[in-house]
Every structure is written in structure tokens, then in C-alpha cells.
């Protein structure tokens, strides 16, 4: 019902092939990877090169999460370096619908990200064409910042409105997610929950094991 995308951007960069194994043996669905060009957000991370190193060390799913200016231009490069999810964002790109396209027709998945200011509304033309929307809960750019609560009604509204239409979109919250956000997260609708920090600050398995449980928790206590 829950699944769990540790975002390696808080783990240690200089050994990120164990820090991948230790997601994986840890119990984590997904890998989640930031990407970042300096443009788009003030900080700058790791490209293709690095995506494909790491690729080799888990079977598990690789979330990219592209926060790059017109990420259209790079759709080969990250399908390529083992994207299994490619999510671009709203706000980045002038004709997403075609980028989304291309992500699907290079064979990996779909996603769109929103950030913290961004209506549902804006997106809600382009989710036919998604297999992921991704409802940011901070402002992006770094790891370690505080989770925004104002986000939690749009994350309802995209759960309902996902539900009401039939969409099999899954619905995804990354940012400040600890064990007490993560229930908040889930119980408005989130049912794909990044956690860097609340990850990788201590031990990797029995804190995906906490997250797990406060947003299943959180699924059965719905608002
Ligand atoms: C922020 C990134 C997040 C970040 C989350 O721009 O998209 O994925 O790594 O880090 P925490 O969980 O520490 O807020
Ligand atoms: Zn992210």
C-alpha cells in the first residue's frame, strides 16, 4: 500500500553504490535520486553519469527526480542511465505534455512534480498522460528543510481527485518527511513517501521500518 523512496541526497556521496545496497536491504521500493543543475534550483547534484554507475547495485526502482531546467533536452541521457521513473516538473518546462511523451516512449515512466505554490489545477490537464504526480512538501533544492503542512490539502485534493476520476496515478510527497509527517503525508492521500534525512540520519532499515508504519498508520485514520 506504502511504498518508500529513501532520496540518496542525504546519504554519503563518496560510497553511493553501499549507500543504495543499504536502501535495498533496508527495505526501501524505490531509490530516489535528486537531480539538480545549478538553474532551475540553486543547487547543483549529480547527472546521467552518476545514475548509471549506481544502476548496477540494486535491482530496485530508480525515482529520478528532475529538478533541471527544460528537462526535455536530457530524456535519452537519463532513460539511457537506468531512469525506471522519470519525474520532470511543472515549472521547468514550457510544453511538459511532449517531454512526458518522450519519457514514456524511451521507455521509462512518467512523472510531473509540483512545487509547494503550484495549484493541482495547473497540472490536472497533463495527468492523463502520468504514471506518478509528485506533490512537493518543500520548497526544492535541498534535503534537511522543514515540511510544509499548508501543502497537505492540495495533497488531499490530488488523492480525491485521482480517485474520483480512476486514475491508477500513484501520488507521491518529498520533503521534511520524518515519522511524524509521514502519517500526515499518508492520511491526505500520499502513498509514495521520499524521506532523505529521516532516512539515512541513523540506521537505514529500522527507520524505513518507522516511516512505513507511521504513514500506514496514518492510511487508516484517513481525515
Ligand atoms: C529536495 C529533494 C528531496 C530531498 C528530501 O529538493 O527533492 O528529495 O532529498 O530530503 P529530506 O527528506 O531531508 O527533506
Ligand atoms: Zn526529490
Known sequence: MIKIAPSILAADFSRLGEEVKRAERGGADYVHIDVMDGLFVPNIT??????????PHTDLPFDVHLMIQRPGRYVKEFAEAGANIMTIHLEAEEEPAETLAAIR?????????????????????LLRDLDLLLVMTVEPGFGGQAFMSEVLPKVEEAREFLDEEGLPIELEVDGGIDVVTAGMAARAGARVIVAGTGVY?????????????????????PP
Open 105 to 125: 516512449d524511451h521507455g521509462s515512466r512518467p512523472g510531473l512534480a509540483i512545487k509547494p505554490n503550484t495549484t493541482l489545477e495547473a497540472a490536472k490537464s
Open 201 to 221: 540520519d541513523g540506521r537505514v532499515g529500522s527507520n524505513i521500518a518507522k516511516i512505513r508504519k507511521s504513514a500506514e498508520d496514518g492510511l487508516e485514520s
Open 46 to 55: 549529480l547527472g546521467p553519469l552518476v545514475i548509471a554507475a549506481l544502476r
